[in-house]
């Protein structure tokens, strides 16, 4: 089945230290995104992607990093100099970016806690 | 400004009823697309509807309904008869041809 999948589900980490969460998809698609989910606040870009080795950053990626090494896959990482990184984080991908009527297809979700 | 406002936050409804879900946006585009998205309680954001800014043409998908006012910049959702598998937060989204703007989500619980 195609699809997008997340990991881990959930993830604990310290104040100070770096985590890099996974996002791979096996639907082929060009772009891919991720989004942080606060409550009552919808979703917030973070980074996009629109082909391999290439990112663009979004409205809050601030604090965070992403590579594009192969198409399937675009993996987060959430620095220390995230200030409030606990969240919901969403991976998401579409065929092509910048065209207006692609949906995007959505991952499980990360949702990660700082201790 | 470019903008997408879900002004229901939490709605509860007992099984059976309809309800309506409100999205209002704003943009100065005259081409963009509306999306409908659910999000039940497993996270995934699931795709419902699309609908571009040249078509007000109301769509129905069996107990879905959708109603498009380009007049008052209005997306709204209708679930006829809601049962309890419709508990779930859904988000409308505005797309326009650099980016994707979702409103902050409504809350919809479908008490049995």
């Known amino acids: 089945d195609g699809g997008i999948t997340q990991s881990p589900k959930y993830l604990f980490r310290k104040e100070g230290q770096n985590v890099t969460l996974s996002c791979e998809q096996n639907l082929n698609h060009d772009a891919m995104y991720w989004y942080r989910q606060d409550p009552g606040q919808g979703l917030r870009l973070i980074y996009y992607?629109?082909?391999?080795?290439?990112?663009q950053k979004g409205d809050i990626a601030e604090g965070y990093s992403v590579s594009r090494e192969k198409k399937e896959s675009f993996p987060l990482t959430v620095t220390s100099a995230q200030k409030n990184p606990t969240a919901f984080y969403l991976c998401a991908s579409s065929i092509v970016a910048g065209v207006t009527y692609n949906e995007q297809f959505f991952g499980p979700g990360t949702r990660l806690t700082v201790l | 400004a470019q903008k997408v406002t879900q002004a229901q936050t939490e709605i509860s409804v007992v099984e059976k009823e309809d309800v309506t879900l409100d999205c209002v946006y704003e943009t100065r585009d005259t081409t963009y697309y509306l999306f409908w998205y659910k999000q039940p309680p497993s996270g995934e954001l699931v795709f419902l509807i699309r609908?571009?800014?040249?078509?007000?043409q109301n769509e129905i998908s069996g107990r879905y309904s959708w109603n498009f006012q380009k007049s008052t910049s209005s997306f709204n959702f209708t679930i006829t008869a809601s049962q309890v598998v419709d508990s779930a937060v859904y988000f409308c989204?505005?797309?326009?041809?650099?980016?994707?703007?979702f409103g902050p989500g409504t809350s919809l619980s479908v008490i049995p």
């Open positions: 989204a505005l797309s326009l041809y650099d980016k994707v703007i």
């Open positions: 609908r571009n800014s040249f078509d007000e």
């Open positions: 992607s629109q082909i391999v080795n290439d990112f």
